[in-house]
Structures are given as C-alpha cells and as structure tokens.
C-alpha cells in the first residue's frame, strides 16, 4: 500500500494524499496552494497521480488550501465520488463558485490591462508567466464537480467492496469538518488502521464542537499549523476584541476585520452579538461586506445540530446568534464603496489573508490613518498581505499603490479555528503508543520540524515530516 503526499508537505496549504491499496485509489482533499508566487505556480503543476483512475475522493472541510484543485480533478477525467458532510458540501460550493467567478474577473482585467501598449513594454518576465495562468476552473468545471457529491454523517462507518471502510469523526475545526478513520486490508488480509486529522479545532470554540479523540490507529497524518505556540486563553481573546472595539468608538476609527468567509466571520458576529445582548458595547456600525460570508451564514444556520451547546441554548432561546441590532449585511460593491465616507464602523469582510476581494480597498483607504484598527482573526500565510502587515512592514503596496501602515495592529490567535500546540499534543497522546508512525503535515517546514521532534520525544514513536511529492510503502 502506497501513501503519497502531494501537498501541505512543509507547507500550509494545499492539502493533498494520495493512497493506493493495489485495488482502490483515493484521496484525502485536494486543495489549492496559496501564498508566494512560487507557491501559487504548484496549481498549475500536473497531479503525481493519474486522476482518471481514483475511485473516491475524501474531503475533510471546505477551506479553499483543502477542496480548491477538486474540480481541476474533474476537468482532467476523474468520475469517481467525493464524499464528505452535508456542511461541507454546501459551504465547499460557495467557496468553489466564488473562486471561479474571482479567478476570471481577476483574468479578465490582466487582458485588459496587457492590451495596453504601455503595460507591454513595462511588463516583467514574472508578468509574462502569470499572463498564462488562465483560470484554474470555470463555474460549470464546479456544477459538475457537485454532480459527483456523496454526503455521509458523522460516526457512520462505511465499507467499500475493495477492502476499504471509512469513519468520519468531528474535527471542530470549521461547521462539518472532519477526521477520516480508513481500516484498509492489505494483500496479505491484515487489517490496517489510518486516520488523517484534517484541521483540527480548539476545544471550547463558540459554535463547532470539540474535536473527537481517536483512541488507536497504525498510522497517523496530523497537522501542524500551530506546533510551536499556544493561543491566547478564549475569554482574554474576547474581552481584548471588546476593549478594541471601545477604544476605536471612543476614538471616532474604524475597525477593519479581514475575515475568512466560514467560521471566523460566524464567531465575529456570534461574539459581537454577545457584547450587544449583554449591554457591553454601546451600538456600533457593523458592516458585514463579504457576500460569500453572507452566503455561508445562512448555510450556518441551516445545520443546528452541528453546533456546540452554548450556540444551541441561544437558538432554542429564539436567538439569532449571527445577527444584532447595528448590523448592516452588503450584496453589492456599490454599497461598499459608499463606506469610505464613513467612520467609527466595524467592517468585517474577506478574504482573510488580505489578498484579494473588498477587505483590499478597505485597506486602502484606511491603513494609513492613526485612528484605525486592524484586527486579524486568522493564519496569514507567509508571502500574503496580511502577513507582512502582521510582521510589522510599514511599507506596503496596495493595488499597486505605495501606501505606509500607520494604522493599529492586533492579531487575536485565541480566534483561531486550529488548535494550538497543546491541543494537537493532546490530540495524538489520545492514541497512545498504538500508532507506528506519526506523519506531520500542513506546517511551515520549521514549525512542522520541531513539532515533529517534539512528539518523538513525549510519545517515544516514529514521526517523519514528509517533502511534496513523496511517496512511502505501508507495511
């Protein structure tokens, strides 16, 4: 049995493993690389893997960096099943569509830009090579993709003819998010166990439950994305959120929130509408200007039963965990627009990582002012806007205008959808010593290697950090 890592190998996004029993070919996501150009250029790399030939593919969540190369499988042959929860196959196809529509606007507006005789003679070798990065996929590549869509529950296990069964365990990371247990026969008829973690959430999170702990497996894929810090305690998190909020109020600013569309936004709003509710915050201006997160809301508020309990004891006191007085939802990029006259107001919008969509201009028209706060929620992947404005770089280029950051700088890991150092030590210790080896994935290479060396050290088992593209034979 083969077990090959195609991406999230040193690296942070584009999850992606393969395995080959001999008679069933499958993988674990297959998500988009996201970050530095040279990173980005991995999506247009052909698959190690012959994608007509997969008979299913296992997804964990519907983060862009997991399920963002899925239809590319598509287009080039693969008619096999994808299989995963209902959230996550609806929240997957927000995320896919948008993806498609920006990827062919964003196209769209290079081709008109080179067709200018100016931007030819100014246009770099870097230029020529992204001028051939045609969109990754269309809308219909997605429609197709969901045709293929097979949606299981929780806890259910499920045996294929070919010597495969699967479980999917709550992850707690994102609303459906999951943990894949695969018992697999080898040739010989013994029976093997391989569980592979997806992103795994903080305990006590707001809305998601907590991870599931696994208590025995021969091999484990864990990831690594905080493996060397811990978060901020939740509840220091929150009331630090709270005191920026009085203070920007107090000061006449505006709070810009860069905030990926699922999760992160739904506990922004959920803890927002706490401060309101509970008379902690005098009424301030919430701009909700993402219509993906919009989308992905009311997606939230279709699977209750997905929730942590605090969010179903505010459901089942009729109320709306998601919406407040003082906030504003906006569709259309008009209505945006019209926010730049406008201080002492929260606006939440994506993506992230700052590197695209309307949280991009909102930067530009406030990042240079005192008064502003700036508020990150979320991982920023190293080579993205948002990284270097968390790294402290004062000089920045926004749409292609030098800009200097003068604004406030907070970062609130307590937000975190993944678990810290300490949750993911407490998530392997749940196996015991069953496993045989520990692979540690979705990490940057430093971080990845010195959580690796840290559970060889507490679990006295075998760990290894995979490179992209390396394959090893299960045993």
């Not at 150009?37 to 007509?52: G, R």
């Not at 943990?179 to 973690?197: H, L, P």
């Not at 994506?350 to 929620?377: L, Y």
């Not at 971080?447 to 394959?471: M, Q, Y």
Request: a negative charge; hydrophobic letters at 35%.
């Amino acid at each position: 049995m083969k077990l090959k890592f195609c991406g999230a190998t040193r690296t942070v996004t584009g999850s992606c493993f393969y395995v080959d029993t001999g008679n069933f070919k499958f993988l674990v996501d297959c998500g988009a690389f996201q970050g530095k150009d040279e990173i980005d250029a991995l999506n247009y790399e052909p698959f190690p893997f012959d994608p007509s030939q997969l008979d299913v593919v296992f997804l964990t969540h519907a983060h862009f960096d997991h399920c963002g190369r899925i239809p590319i499988l598509v287009k080039q042959g693969f008619h096999g099943r994808i299989i995963g929860t209902q959230p996550t196959r609806d929240l997957a196809k927000i995320v896919l569509l948008d993806a498609a529509k920006l990827q062919q606007e964003e196209y769209e507006r290079w081709q008109a830009r080179s067709n200018k005789e100016s931007f030819k003679r100014g246009l770099s070798e870097e230029g020529s090579l992204y001028a051939e990065r045609k969109p990754l996929f269309s809308e219909q590549d997605v429609e197709d993709m969901f045709q293929l869509f097979e949606v299981y529950p929780y806890g259910e296990s499920v045996n294929f003819k070919n010597g495969v069964e699967f479980r999917m365990r709550d992850a707690g990371h994102i609303l459906g998010s999951s943990i894949f247990e695969f018992w697999i026969k080898t040739e010989a008829g013994r029976e093997r166990k391989i569980v592979f973690s997806g992103d795994l959430g903080q305990p006590g999170a707001r809305i998601v439950r907590d991870p599931d702990l696994i208590r025995e497996a021969d091999y484990v894929i864990c990831e690594a994305t905080y493996g060397n810090r811990l978060h901020k305690n939740k509840d220091e998190t929150v009331l630090e959120l709270l005191s920026i909020l009085k203070q920007a109020q107090q000061e006449g600013g505006n709070v810009l929130i860069p905030s990926f569309a699922i999760e992160r936004t739904q506990e922004i709003l959920y803890e927002i509408n706490l401060f309101v509710e509970n008379k902690l915050l005098n009424q301030i201006p919430v701009y909700l200007d993402s219509p993906m997160a919009s989308k992905a809301t009311e997606i939230f508020k279709q699977y209750p039963t997905y929730y942590d309990e605090d969010a179903r004891r505010l459901l089942e006191k009729g109320d709306d965990p998601f919406h407040f007085e003082g906030l504003t939802t906006l569709d259309s990029a008009e209505e945006s627009k019209r926010l730049i006259s406008k201080n002492g107001i929260v606006i939440i919008a994506g993506s992230g990582m700052c590197t695209g969509g309307r949280i991009v201009h909102h930067i530009k028209n406030n990042i240079e002012k005192p008064t502003t706060h700036m508020v990150f929620v979320g991982y920023q992947v190293e080579g993205t806007l948002g990284r270097k404005i968390v790294d402290g770089i004062k000089d920045i280029r926004v749409m292609g205008e030098p800009l200097v950051v003068n604004a406030k700088i907070h970062t609130l890991g307590g937000f975190s959808a993944h678990g810290d150092q300490r949750d993911l030590r407490y998530w392997l210790r749940s196996f015991g010593h069953s496993p045989k080896k520990i692979f540690i994935v979705h990490g940057d290479e430093e971080i990845s290697i010195g959580f690796a060396s840290n559970i060889k050290a507490e679990l006295n088992i075998e760990v290894d950090v995979p490179k992209l593209n390396e394959e090893f034979e299960i045993t």
